[in-house]
């Protein structure tokens, strides 16, 4: 922009280095307090406002003002193309106004309810794209002259620099929501819920590992949260900013597991046409997940024993040992123990995996946790699918508590998400749910036993399911059962019904 003698106004130097400054503030309301202060002084006025468009209520809106009524103003709208500022949003054109009181655009209700005697305007739109996004209004200038055409280039060339930076500010602040929003999520899809005791003392022993580099085995049936219990523990270790990464042993064929794990320099084998670092060079500073390591090869599960004693390996292919710094957890569902007595799992590297081991209860044994369990995946899949969270009949509650849940709470978790896809949307009936409880029944009248070993395994088994659903109060289990405490007590003792059935951690230093 130049002056008549060709010299550039000094005001926009000005501008431009304030412009620097606004580009880089990235919070929203702080970056709009500061364009309007900056356009209130630039422009010699005596008061401002920015406006913005809510798209959804097509409205604009007084965002922030300077000037004597500023608080007051927010308290106003305007429907796009009423009054002078509502104008310029509707046209996305700008507009210099000498004497508002001659432009038949001008609106005079605020200014009356303001008392504030608006004399000369500049008004200029705030354009992403040929969108308007808002309004610059400026009013009145201090040495009570109208504004003129050089003032409007200065607001001219001042909107068109800050508008960019509004909307990146918009931009950052939705991303910024959208990231807590997605942090929660996960945070809460890693949650690990129960309340019973068994659940308790897992996490308990999880915890107190938790500080410790010491290499741990989570065992325990399919779905019952090992690799849940994996995160846990490095989530509350010293590493928790280091990676965890997971890697299915049974999964790969062992060559591929190979790769996988050290990774391969260039020309290792054919394909290999760049390096790659595998996944414990991943996990350096943090924590491996080695699932189902109980199908790990022989040939692996010796290589594997090299890592764990020296902390360092090399690539496939490579030369030079890499030294890495991870935390090692292994999982399995099968028996280790069996595997190691029939010969198929070595027994170095178990005692060097299982320096402490952690069982994780089959969910049949914390039928108190069900319902808790029901409830949250019903959250969690109402908010995944922006719907009502549906009820669950006495019936459909009861069934789920009673069955046996071979899969644990993965098959829960599918069994609950079916359940509210086939119901109705309000209420889960027991025919909502893809679960056949008559086998659990059967299961313990086995044909071939006499009527009182039957009735006694029964009654064991009956104990034992209502104190796990009461988490192991007596009292309680004798108030569901109707029988007295100290009957229950003794009832509980002839039976040899396991009370704290469950032992969780052992802990075994080599
Ligand atoms: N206590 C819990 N609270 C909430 N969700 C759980 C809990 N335990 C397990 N889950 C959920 O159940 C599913 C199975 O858990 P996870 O994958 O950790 O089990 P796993 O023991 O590793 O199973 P597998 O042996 O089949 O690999 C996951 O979706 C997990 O989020
Ligand atoms: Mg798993």
Known sequence: MTIKDGSIDPKIGLLRDISAIITSVLDLDQLLGLIIDTATR????????????????????FFISTGEKKEKLKEYDLELGEGIAGW??????????????????????????????????????????????????????KDGKPFRKRDMDILSAFTELVTNAIEKARRYRNVSKE????????????????????????????????????????????????????????????????????????????TLLERELFGHEKGAFTGADKMKIGLFEAADGGTILLDEIGEMSQTMQVKLLRVLQESSFFRIGGTSSIQVDVRIIAATNQDLTTKVKEGSFREDLFYRLHVVSIKLPPLRDRIGDIPILIDHFLERHTEEYNSIKPTITKEAMERMVNYHWPGNIRQLENAVERAVVMGNGKEINSDDLPIDITRRELDIVKVGSTLKEAQERFKKEFLAKTLDYTNGNRTKAASVLGIQRTYLSRLLKELNVPGGRRRIMQSEVE
């Open 88 to 141: 310029v949003a509707e046209n996305g054109k700008p507009l210099l106004i000498e004497d508002v009181k001659n432009d038949e655009r001008w609106n005079s209700k605020i200014g009356k309810a303001l008392d504030f005697d608006v004399k000369s305007m500049a008004c200029y739109p705030m354009k992403v794209q040929k969108r308007v996004i808002g309004v610059i209004e400026i009013i009145n200038r």
């Open 42 to 61: 630039i422009m010699d006025a005596k008061a401002s406002s920015l406006l913005l468009v809510d798209e959804e209520r097509k409205k604009l809106r």
């Open 179 to 254: 990231n807590i929003f997605l942090k929660k999520k996960f945070e809460k899809s890693y949650q690990i819920i129960g309340k019973s005791k068994a659940v308790k003392d897992v996490i308990s022993d999880a915890l107190k590992v938790a500080d410790s580099k010491a290499n741990t085995l989570l065992t325990g049936e399919s779905g019952t949260g090992k690799e849940l219990m994996a995160r846990l523990v490095h989530n509350n270790s010293p590493r928790k900013r280091g990676p965890f990464v997971t890697v299915s042993c049974g999964a790969l064929p062992e």
